[in-house]
């Protein structure tokens, strides 16, 4: 029986002529099915499991793809792709060649528009609402956008629109009270509010029953009802932003009751102009795990069906924990620090900071813009803030950086967390822009560290010697050890002693050659921890500093980031066919070490940039420009992320695919040491 309807329907045809009791069914399979899929590949559990029945109901009253559907951030579509007839690809949900995580119309005529980011759908609608007007359509519009979603500027600048103008369209409000984490700010009391009117669905019901009643006349009669049915609103509810906002109120609704949601949807449908359907839905519904976590089911790795456990578990602090374990570090030593973050509390790691710091920490909503121009507005009255965003959703607020915290100078510090390929969340995810659209910023300073030591005395290095606005970032995940521990001297001086010392005895052997820096074990990360926290120490970072990682005389490689891991890679390989090459953090992506980039372009060595990051606009086209600026003849070539949008796939799968793993780079880079000839212009990778 279990899954029968999901494998013997053909949906979405077959859905609308389902009885009620199949539809509950049905809505009972996908859960299980949902559970299954998610436990083995990972994705957005808890949002999907909330919106089961809301989008059994959604499928069963409009006409899809026909009628058209907006998912906000789209990481609640899952149930939508089911319903759609993508049930087959979940066995290979977000994995390379395999169905996305999120909406995306080369799947399906069903999946109208690509979402990832937040608080789009309403403009979204609207504009294929009024679309639809202009060339004299009648089908519906809807937007399905969570309460989380709705705190975001966007969502109110599409609402304030599409009520003025009277646009048909329906909004559903999926209020789960929460966004990753517990939702906060105003409008969330505001829902609160009318959360606990139920009273006014009650009476709606009623009087819907009576009318309807009356034999020959009641269904035409109940729609005509308008004006009685705003009295009865205004008379119960005294209030409600939406209806200020000239959208007319529907709800509250229990989103995860097939037979109301199905039935206000209906009565939906038939009513024209602006409508908001306020439903009320449980994250992770049905599964109890996520049920009591949702924010931790909201989106996971593989998991055991049984425990709710991850399959795989960091064993050392991710890029994120570092960040948010030197912010107590830094905080409680300067009182001005302040971290801010745009709902990525969990995140951004900042956790900790917030229990510890509760009146220094700020969780302003779904609201990048706000963030930065808020963070501006404290660094004027004289506090030192932190803004912890995901380099995806700084995006948003590229002209608050360029505006209020750039043009003023002031001492904002931008942690670009998910900077780079980010992997199974796909194009919508990639951090791979930041470079290209912090890079020509003036007053901005731009850092990339090489592993977790580097990270926070990146941060230490912003609080204390950089007045201006301050940009440091770095991917998802655990980092690689450049830089071990208990090997606290300058990576100049740790050159000379390579080999010689207590470190290069732990190291692998081959590794163990004057003037070579390697990855150390990954025990060492911690080993010579600053207090009880676990941080790693570096000394003093110098302003636009580079540091070199391995000495070699045939070329240079300059690895951005997280990307020296790849550079002493391809490193490794490169010595194996007989190039040796030296290896260069850059540390500083803005300003450039142009004492170091001179040396370099009077040597004449062959140069290759890599960087986690478009080329365009990147770190490799600035270092182009100096040496064709400055006239230097060496052979260059920029690699990483190639001028498209990058589709989903492990990290690995992803760098091989666009000619960005050590094997890949140190083709590119042997061909560049073979090749005759003069300047080599700016490329991506090998595709
Ligand atoms: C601009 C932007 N910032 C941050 C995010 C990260 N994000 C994804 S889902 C989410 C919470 C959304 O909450 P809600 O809309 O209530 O949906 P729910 O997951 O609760 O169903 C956040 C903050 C994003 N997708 N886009």
Known sequence: MLKKLITDYRFPDDLRNMTEDELEILAYEIRDFLIEKIAKTGGHAAPNLGVVELTVAIHKVFDIPSDQVVWDVGHQSYVHKILTGRADGFDRLRQYGGISGFPKSGESDA???????SSTSISVAMGLAEARDLKGGAHKVLAVIGDGAMTGGEAFEGLNNAGNRKTDIIVILNDNEMSISKNIGSLSHHLN???????????????????????????GLYRGLDHMRDLMRYAVITESIFEDLGFSYYGPVDGNNLRDVTELLEAAKSIGGPVLIHAITKKGKGYRNAEI?????????????????????????????????????LAEKDERVI???????????????????????????????????????????????????????LQRAYDQIVMDAAMQNLPVVFMIDRAGNVGHDGETHHGVFDLSYLKHIPNMTIMAPADGSELVAMMRYALFENGGPCAIRYPKGVPDVIYPADRGAHPIEREQTCGTDAFAARVPSDAAVPGVVRRAPLANMQSSADGARGIPEMPPLAMGKSA???????????????????????????????????????RFVKPLDEAAL???????????????????????????????????????????????????????????????????????????CERNGAFVRAESGDR
């Open 193 to 219: 509010k009318l959360r606990s009117s139920r009273a006014y669905l009650n009476m709606k019901k009623s009087l819907k029953k009576s009318i309807t009643g009356i034999p020959g006349v009641g269904e």
């Open 598 to 672: 001179r040396a370099a372009g009077r040597g004449g060595a062959p140069l290759l940039i890599l960087e986690d990051n478009v080329v365009k606009g990147g770190f490799g086209e600035s270092v182009l420009a100096f040496l064709a600026e400055n006239g230097y003849g060496n052979r260059a070539l920029a690699l990483g992320w190639p001028d498209d949008f990058v589709t989903h796939g492990s990290v690995a799968e992803l760098r091989a695919h666009c000619g960005l793993d050590a094997a890949a780079v140190a083709r590119r880079a042997e061909r560049l």
């Open 339 to 393: 971290a801010v973050t745009a709902a990525m509390t969990d995140g951004t790691g900042l956790l900790p900071f917030a229990d510890k710091f509760p009146e220094r920490f700020f969780d302003v909503g779904i609201a990048e813009a706000h963030a930065v121009t808020f963070a501006a507005g404290l660094a004027i009255g004289g506090m030192r803030p932190f803004v912890c965003c995901y380099s995806t959703f």
């Open 548 to 586: 070199v990682l391995r000495e070699g005389r045939d070329m240079e490689i300059w690895a951005v980031g997280n990307f020296a891991s790849v550079g002493l890679d391809a490193a490794d390989l490169l010595r194996e066919r007989g190039v040796e090459a030296k290896v260069v953090n850059p």
């Open 111 to 117: 999946d109208v528009y690509n979402s990832g980011h």
């Open 293 to 329: 976590a949702p924010d931790k089911f909201h989106s996971v790795g593989p998991f055991d069906t049984e425990t709710g456990k991850p399959f795989a578990k960091a064993k050392r602090d991710t890029w994120s924990a570092l960040c948010g374990k030197s912010l107590i570090e």
